[in-house]
């Protein structure tokens, strides 16, 4: 049988582009980032409301992402939500005790997310702390019946 | 009246007996392990059934990524929230369209090819010679192209998802003005690699097999005559875009819908 070596060429140019493709798909669609297990560390934080934070949420610092939101669950002691955090490892030890977390929202309609906004205590948070200053999520009908309740008041 | 049901059970038996054959030709021509010929063959098939649909399917990979970002845009800018584009866009085609559409295409382009192909090798005996000569027909000339079928049609899918994005990223950010960081911001927040790209690659796995089976076995299966010959293409097309849209309904049904 006649061996073509264009026809080769091109199945495998065909494999590697759908390689390339599904590692596209991978990285600029779906976000996924290879960060090296252990270049991170935990905290918690304690929400009396968290809103429509999901899992995999982004956690900001300065408008600048520094980490995931990796797990959401009712606290049963306080019966609030815990949400556990994962940040970059350069930023351990960094962190003021004073730190405060607040839920954001990207747009008026968007994604919601954490932003740390740093202290000035000299102590730092270390692996597995847990955030005490927090502020909750921006929650629609509660801030509506609040103007109307001040609405009916005036 | 009687004659009816006997004709009605006669065509569920014939059916039946269909389904039966095309299982065992699946499987007898499925084992073919490729040997240093057969490998080289199944090269040839994947040129021909996936490197030549490339230009095809890309191209209606980028009008649907367009498409759908313009329709996306009027839609959710009456909202205000065309910072959602993105999202809407990747998540419909890694979704649904990418794994449907190629298939769609793949069936008319590719499958239809095959069930001719085979389907006049049959007609001039072509077949029966290779099985005087002692050589496997279902070997050498159903199992390379099966194969071919299973690797193309996953990857051409992958193509298309990849062009659609980038299609509804030229509409939406380049010509009608989209936040190119909420773009693809809010893409990345609601992608997840294994729901969604991996589910929509299983979804394409399955029609692979669905597809180029029904195209192999329709080619190999049909009347010997030129008549034969066009009804058997015309079948291919029609059964792979039904069992396509059907299965694609209970595959999404299994994985979104919420039944795990």
Redesign the interface.
């Known amino acids: 049988?006649k061996?073509s070596k264009t026809?080769?060429l091109?199945?495998g140019?065909?494999?590697l582009?759908?390689i390339l493709?599904?590692l596209?798909?991978?990285m600029?669609?779906?976000?996924?980032a290879f960060t090296v297990p252990g270049d991170t560390f935990r905290l918690e934080a304690n929400f009396a409301n968290i809103g429509s934070l999901k899992p995999?949420?982004?956690v900001t610092m300065a408008g600048v992402t520094v980490g995931r939101v990796t797990a959401i669950e009712l606290d049963t002691d306080w019966y609030d939500a815990r949400v556990v955090l994962e940040l970059d490892g350069e930023l351990e030890g960094q962190l003021a005790r004073d730190t405060t977390a607040a839920i954001l929202t990207?747009?008026?309609?968007?994604?919601q997310y954490i932003g740390l906004t740093v202290g000035g205590d000299p102590e730092t948070l270390a692996d597995g702390d847990t955030i005490r200053d927090t502020q909750s999520a921006m929650v629609l009908e509660e801030l509506i019946q609040q103007f109307v309740s001040n609405m009916v008041s005036d | 009246m009687i004659g009816r049901i006997v004709s009605l059970g006669r065509r569920g038996c014939e059916v039946l007996e269909a389904l039966g054959r095309a299982g065992q030709f699946l499987a007898q021509s499925a084992v073919g392990v490729p040997s240093r010929e057969g490998w080289y063959l199944w090269l040839r098939q994947v040129h021909f059934v996936g490197v030549l649909s490339l230009a095809i399917v890309l191209v209606s990979g980028l009008f649907i990524g367009m498409v759908l970002a313009l329709q996306g845009y009027t839609l959710l800018v009456d909202f205000g929230a065309e910072q959602a584009l993105g999202q809407m866009v990747a998540l419909s085609l890694l979704r649904e369209l990418s794994p449907v559409v190629a298939a769609l295409l793949f069936a008319g382009r590719a499958g239809s090819a095959l069930t001719a192909e085979i389907g006049l090798m049959k007609a001039t005996e072509q077949l029966t010679s290779m099985e005087m000569i002692g050589v496997d027909p279902l070997r050498r000339v159903v199992a390379p192209r099966l194969w071919a079928g299973f690797v193309a049609l996953p990857l051409l899918t992958v193509g298309f998802s990849v062009v659609g994005i980038y299609g509804g990223y030229l509409v939406g950010v380049e010509w009608l003005g989209v936040f190119e960081g909420s773009y693809w911001g809010n893409m990345q927040a609601s992608v997840d690699f294994v729901g969604d790209v991996g589910n929509g690659m299983v979804k394409s796995v399955v029609f692979a097999l669905v597809v180029t089976w029904i195209a192999v076995f329709q080619g190999y299966d049909l009347v010997p005559t030129s008549e034969g010959i066009s009804r058997a293409t015309t079948r291919t097309v029609v059964y792979s875009s039904l069992a396509v849209l059907g299965l694609d309904f209970v595959l999404t049904a299994l994985m979104f819908g919420g039944f795990s």
């Open positions: 049988m061996r026809m080769e091109g199945v140019l065909f494999m582009a759908g493709g599904l596209f798909l991978g600029r669609v779906s976000g996924m995999r949420a982004r990207a747009g008026l309609l968007g994604e």
